[in-house]
């Protein structure tokens, strides 16, 4: 089960700051871009317009992208989807106008952020009056087909072995996170709009329970890697 395997991230020293490679210089359509938005009266007013015309088009592009998925929304709950990421996405940009580097124009940086508010106000629109299964919906679910009869046999040990170190080894939120996410594909978005939580700390208590999980199997002798 690739869901349960921990993928640990290092981050290495970059050393002396008179090594670090240079800032990107900004290409003038994003410099402009800039000036406008830290500007005063008509000019931010003007800049700020323009630039929530450009996320909503942002928006309306992913929202149309994925409405095929979406059949039983109509057209005008889609467009106050578009317009409400836009919004949200505008805000963002706004409060992080010094986190921008140039390493890509500035367009194609703020575009992420409707993007990114498109696709998490559709998948919570997706999951509005559903269930969100915190406990897994069929562990037969998790079993390869076409064995042979040895290696069947060594799965569905190995599975019974998952199962129980998920009941016994992790607490019971970090059970209800890593069987919602991992298991059940559950939206993270979704689950921490449910359990008024974050990403952030969702992401944290995962690591957490797939660190467990995977010192447990370890010291059953069990590869993570085999589950």
Known sequence: ?????????????????STLAPSPVLDP???????????????REDAVARLHALLLRAARFEVARRRPTLPHLRGDELDDI????ADDALMSVLRRLDDFRGASRFTTWVYKFALLEAAVKLRKRAWQGREVPLEPESWALLSGGGLG?????????LLSSLQSAIGDVLTPHQRRVLVALALNGVPIDVLADR???TRGALYKTLHD??????AHLDEHGLSPEEM
Do not use: I
Not at 7 to 14: K, L, N
Not at 82 to 85: K, L, P, T, V, Y
């Open 195 to 197: 359990l008024g939580s």
């Open 82 to 85: 578009a317009n409400e990421a």
């Open 29 to 43: 359509d994003s410099r402009e871009w800039l000036r406008c938005l830290h500007a005063e009266g008509a000019t």
């Open 209 to 214: 329970a797939r660190r467990k999980l995977r």
């Open 149 to 157: 009869p040895d290696a069947e046999a060594e799965q569905s040990e």
């Open 1 to 17: 089960m690739s869901a349960l395997s921990a993928t640990v991230g290092f981050v290495e020293s970059s050393g002396p700051l």
